[in-house]
């Protein structure tokens, strides 16, 4: 079953603490809301199952439509509705990143950066020394749990967020805790420099191809798992706010970046809500650029909004995001 208690935590950083590289080490977040209230976040900086390092992406200038979604909600802990309508993160099908740009890192090493502890220290010591700075951290709630003093920074009672992390395409082990749009991560946003910074952190063990409800892998059965960002044809542009009166001929390009042809029969292109429109049949050539005419039913809101490719099984080829900023011209294309 998914998460029990998903949603975001928006306070201040106040303190840190590494634990080291033994046993399940997470790198600890002290911090507190506007009311006072205190919260610890705890980061896995360390699988439990081989490969043990985590994968990382960190967006130094995070641009995406999520930011324009979280505007409006209050300091401390705000509960997620499940679903695609909201700030949840999908790191699968909300487009926040290319996951074939993520790397792995260890834990905790001795020396300056070059352990996963030192990149978010690096991060979020800013945070702390901004006392603009808020963090907006995505996971799971635990507490508050009356007359228990924090394990960590010790304030009472115990309170906070945990599960910082993809929550999908789990290996068997712990597949209880899949689930769509309940991704966990870390965003810090910076207002004197209109500035965000995104945090993402995945398992090696799991999987980047999630049943669109289970969040289950659709690759566990014969074990295969192809590295994201390496399938040939993708999304390149789009006309998002094309000129006169709705409804727009809003259109998707796609290009074949692959040396062979490749046949896009029963292909699909759809955005955040599920709506698909299908891609023109019959074989792209190699190098060979293609627009994708949506039509009814499949429109881009020019608020921002994801873009998404699939392929006859219904498996995600490639995704973009776009803002609402990149819609602002009217008849421009988005170039991604």
């Given amino acids: 079953m998914p998460l029990k208690s998903y949603g975001v935590l928006i306070a ?38 081989q490969p043990s390092e985590l994968l990382y992406f960190v967006a130094d200038d995070f641009r995406h439509p999520v930011t324009d979604r979280l505007a409006g909600l209050p300091g ?10 909201g700030a949840n993160l999908d790191f699968v099908r909300g487009n926040l990143f290319d996951p074939a740009a993520m790397r792995k890192l ?4 001795s020396g300056p950066d070059n352990d996963l502890a030192d990149l978010l220290d690096h991060y979020v010591r800013r945070a702390v020394d901004d006392p603009e700075a808020r963090l907006y951290v995505f996971g799971e709630r635990w507490g508050p749990e009356n007359g228990v003093r924090d394990k960590v920074f010790g304030f009472q009672p115990g309170n906070g967020v945990h599960d910082v992390h993809m929550n999908q395409g789990n290996s068997r082990r712990f597949r209880g805790d899949d689930g769509v749009w309940q991704d966990g991560g870390i965003l810090l946003h910076f207002p004197a420099q209109e500035r965000w910074v995104g945090i993402f952190l995945a398992f090696q063990s799991q999987s980047w191809h999630t049943d669109d409800i289970t969040g289950h892998a659709l690759d566990a059965v014969d074990g295969t798992r192809p590295e994201p960002g390496t399938l ?58 293609l627009l994708v005419p949506l039509g009814e039913g499949a429109e881009l809101g020019n608020k921002g909004g994801e873009i998404n490719l699939f392929d006859p099984k219904g498996l995600k080829v490639h995704g973009v995001s776009y803002t609402a900023q990149q819609t602002g011209r009217e008849g421009w294309s988005v170039v991604f």
Avoid at 76 to 81: H, K, M, Q, R
Avoid at 106 to 109: F, K
């Fill in 12 to 49: 201040r950083a106040v303190d840190t603490r590494r634990e080291g590289a033994t046993d399940t080490p997470h790198y600890q977040i002290h911090l507190t809301d506007d009311q006072g209230t205190n919260y610890r976040a705890a980061v896995n900086v360390l699988s439990q199952q």
């Fill in 76 to 85: 401390g802990w705000n509960v997620l509705p499940s679903g695609s309508g």
């Fill in 106 to 109: 260890p834990p905790d090493l």
């Fill in 232 to 289: 040939p044809v993708r999304v390149v542009a789009a006309l998002v706010n094309p000129r006169g009166p709705a409804p727009e001929a809003e259109t998707v390009t796609l290009i074949n970046a692959s040396p062979e042809a490749v046949d896009l029969t029963g292909w699909t292109v759809g955005g955040r809500q599920g709506k698909r429109a299908p891609v023109p049949t019959g074989p792209l050539a190699a190098g060979a650029c």
